[in-house]
Nanobody, 112 residues
Framework: QVQLVESGGGLVQPGGSLRLSCAAS????????MSWYRQAPGKERELVAA????????KYADAVKGRFTISRDNAKKMVYLQMNSLKPEDTAVYYC?????WGQGTQVTVSS
């Protein structure tokens, strides 16, 4: 069955960096767009970044443009989110998404 397993979250100070990873299995990874979403307490889940199957087109939420980078390795069935210059407002549970499927999420907390 389809599995998406996120890792790499944690507590980081403002201005710091984290790299999230998502390991995918159970489907033809290289055929599907992949996305990262996040959900902060009391807020709706929102798209952070998305990448097409071949990596040729990437979309970012305005709030993270210039700070976050999404990438993928189709051979390893992995998708990544490099997050730099983190801000307290980036605090959320981050979810990996393939159309119709979600991972369990990984907590990112940005605080001094």
């Amino acid at each position: 069955q389809v599995q998406l397993v996120e890792s790499g979250g944690g507590l980081v100070q403002p201005g710091g960096s984290l790299r999230l990873s998502c390991a995918a299995s159970g489907f033809t990874f290289s055929s599907y767009a992949m996305s990262w979403y996040r959900q902060a307490p009391g807020k709706e889940r929102e798209l952070v970044a998305a990448i097409t199957p071949g990596g040729g087109f990437i979309k970012y939420a305005d709030a993270v443009k210039g700070r976050f980078t999404i990438s993928r390795d189709n051979a390893k069935k992995m998708v990544y989110l490099q997050m730099n210059s983190l801000k307290p407002e980036d605090t959320a549970v981050y979810y990996c998404n393939s159309p119709g499927y979600w991972g369990q999420g990984t907590q990112v907390t940005v605080s001094s």
